[in-house]
């Protein structure tokens, strides 16, 4: 990627802003003729002064001089102050508005992806968020460098050298040739420094990690005495981190020295070749300043062209991945048209599911969900249950195979009104930081308060909810687990959806919890096609039909007599919970508690 590709993709961005760029572009030019008043002036104040003292003429005549040259700088001070604020303000209003833009442009792009693309190594939370990030704060960097320091400088570089080629092409000739060779020295520069800068970047990073990683690890840390071990490690990383500090410090105050040199090579010619000039009888006495004032002109933008070519090259960087992310068209997830009714029969044949990691998941599953029944899916953990389910919601789109729904292929059927028929209650659910209230109306944004509670109460919530100090207002994250899962069951409840997907649902709440919990999910149940993944046996019983699976695939399924006797996966997983439970024992105490009271 290249400068001019990363300006192709921004230009949408900033297209939207047209005033604001000529604005700012219009500032530029005027700014770019305000700075070489100082020249000029200076070449008229030497070169009058000079004429009148040579005539032997005083303060008396010189007065009018004075004057001008006040009025003509004040003038352009005040002109140049406007200028300024101006270039400054629109630039930096581009910025911060191009910025807002790749933000949200960047979310909305990514919320249309499909799973897959989330799931991918490369697009851990963290790890995208980063990118994300970098690529918008170095993207409007690079806006504001380009408006705000390159155009700016650069303009009044070109112009201070017109007027010096103007005014004396040999002159003009000289100030030309330092450019490229200071060209030459940013350029190894920024080549020196760029490793160490990485290298810096890189060291930062892992000792703000290396911190987080001892805070968050601190009760671990103490336990096993390892609080020698871990400071060493920092000491590592720090010593690491200052001798790159000191190697790109070297580097830069060598180059900025060199630098300093050649720019000072520059003036010295200047003032020789134009003080020649004047000897010569070619050049009033006033033209060395002009030509000395112009040239600082001219090496000003040469001057912080080492810090604007890191910047470049950063953008560059962090916006090839982040244009990687909003570009990533084929991870948009794919919606067929039809929109039918939905009755929730699900019928797959032959399906075959790989992870994008390459993890064969699914294998040739055969199975068909009865619309209002109650299906289990039973197996030992990483059976392949959840990504069963996550292909009936159109998550993940099997490789092969094919997936109905009442007949319809689901890749033809309207995946947002797809979804809208089907309430999925996972493990740990996702509570939003907000109210209770608002928690619970994720499920329909559009429900009044009195359904809100309605759901609450279907859910075995309500009451608990208006013992709380701030009631439907509480913040929800505060709940408990058990309370939480009924905050998702009451959004479930509200949503009402046709088909529900039940993910164990209560595989991480306490036994009161889940015994509170079990009327709200017999409620949930009733008259709608319910699959539900489980490792309690009473939630297993209760299923019309189960589905058994091992390593992908289905082993059996029946009915639950029909399972046990076949002395199959089923039965051993099904002792297994049993012998887990200890039922023999948890019998015999029930059996003496009521000898007891017998
Ligand atoms: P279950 O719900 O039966 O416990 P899953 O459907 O969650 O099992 O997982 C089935 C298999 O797929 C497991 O081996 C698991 O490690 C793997 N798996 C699950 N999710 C992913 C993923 N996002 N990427 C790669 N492999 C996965």
């Given at each position: 990627m290249n400068l001019l590709n990363v300006f192709q993709k921004l230009r949408p961005f900033v297209r939207p802003y047209r005033i604001l760029v000529i604005a700012t572009l219009i500032m530029t030019l005027i700014g770019s003729f305000t700075a070489q008043v100082n020249a000029l002036t200076l070449q008229y104040a030497v070169d009058s002064i000079n004429r009148l003292v040579e005539q032997g003429l005083g303060l008396a005549e010189g007065w009018h001089i004075l004057i001008t040259i006040s009025v003509i700088l004040l003038g352009k001070e005040i002109i140049n102050a406007f200028v300024q604020f101006g270039q400054k303000f629109y630039g930096e209003k581009l910025r911060i508005l191009v910025s807002q833009d790749l933000a949200q442009g960047i979310i909305e792009k990514f919320l249309t992806y499909r799973l897959a693309f989330f799931n991918d190594d490369n697009n851990q939370a963290g790890k995208l968020q980063t990118r994300i990030d970098r690529g918008i704060g170095s993207l409007t960097r690079l806006v504001q460098i380009f408006f705000i320091d390159i155009l700016p400088l650069f303009t009044s570089a070109i112009v201070a050298l017109g007027l010096m080629y103007y005014a004396n092409f040999y002159v003009g000739l000289v100030a030309t040739c330092i450019v490229p060779i200071y060209f030459w020295l940013t350029f190894k520069q920024a080549q020196k420094l760029g490793g160490w800068r990485r290298n810096l970047r890189d060291g930062r990073e892992k000792k703000s990690q290396g911190i987080l990683g001892i805070i968050n690890s601190i009760t671990v840390i103490k336990s096993f005495n390892r609080e020698s071990i871990e400071s060493e490690k920092q000491l590592k990383l720090q010593k690491e981190l200052t001798d790159n500090q000191m190697q790109t410090r070297q580097i830069s105050f060598l180059f900025d020295g060199l630098k300093t040199f050649i720019e000072q090579i520059g003036i010295v010619l200047i003032i020789i070749l134009t003080a020649y000039f004047v000897l010569d009888g070619?050049?009033?006495?006033g033209m060395i300043m002009f030509h000395v004032l112009l040239f600082n002109n001219v090496s000003a933008p040469i001057r912080s062209l080492h810090r604007i070519y890191d910047e470049v090259n950063d953008a560059m960087i962090y916006s090839e991945s982040f244009f990687k992310i909003l570009e990533a068209d084929d991870e948009i997830e794919q919606s067929g048209t039809q929109k039918p009714n939905i009755r929730g029969q699900f019928d797959l044949s032959n399906v075959e599911f790989y992870y994008?990691?390459?993890?064969?998941?699914?294998?040739?599953i055969n199975m068909t969900i009865q619309p209002n029944k109650i299906t289990a899916l039973v197996g030992?953990?990483?059976?392949?249950k959840s990504t069963l389910i996550s292909l009936l919601d159109k998550f993940f789109e099997p490789q092969s195979g094919t997936i109905t729904i009442d007949g319809i292929?689901?890749?033809?059927?309207d995946t947002q009104y797809l979804r809208d028929h089907i309430g999925l209650v996972l493990q740990k659910n996702h509570i939003f930081q907000g109210s209770i209230f608002d928690n619970i109306r994720?499920?329909?944004?559009?429900?009044?308060t009195e359904d809100v509670m309605q759901a609450a109460r279907k859910a075995s919530i309500h009451e608990q909810i208006l013992q709380?100090?701030?009631?439907?207002?509480?913040?929800?994250?505060?709940?408990?687990g058990g309370q939480q899962q009924r905050i998702a069951l009451a959004r479930m409840f509200l949503k009402n959806p046709p088909i529900i997907f039940l993910d164990?649902?209560?595989?991480?709440?306490?036994a009161i919890a889940t015994e509170q919990i079990k009327q709200s999910l017999d409620e949930i149940k009733q008259g709608r096609t319910v699959i539900i993944i489980s490792h309690s046996l009473s939630q297993i019983i209760d299923a019309d039909y189960t589905y058994v699976m091992k390593e992908g695939e289905i082993a059996e399924h029946g009915e639950h007599d029909a399972l046990y006797h076949q002395d199959g996966v089923y039965k051993e997983i099904f002792d297994a919970m049993a012998k887990s439970l200890n039922i023999e024992k948890i019998a015999r105490t029930f059996e003496e508690d009521e000898d007891t009271h017998s």
């Open positions: 070619q050049m009033s006495i994008p990691n390459g993890h064969h998941a699914l294998k040739n030992l953990s990483g059976a392949g292929d689901l890749k033809d059927i994720y499920g329909k944004t559009d429900a009044s709380l100090p701030n009631g439907y207002d509480a913040d929800a994250l505060m709940l408990s164990e649902p209560t595989a991480s709440l306490d």
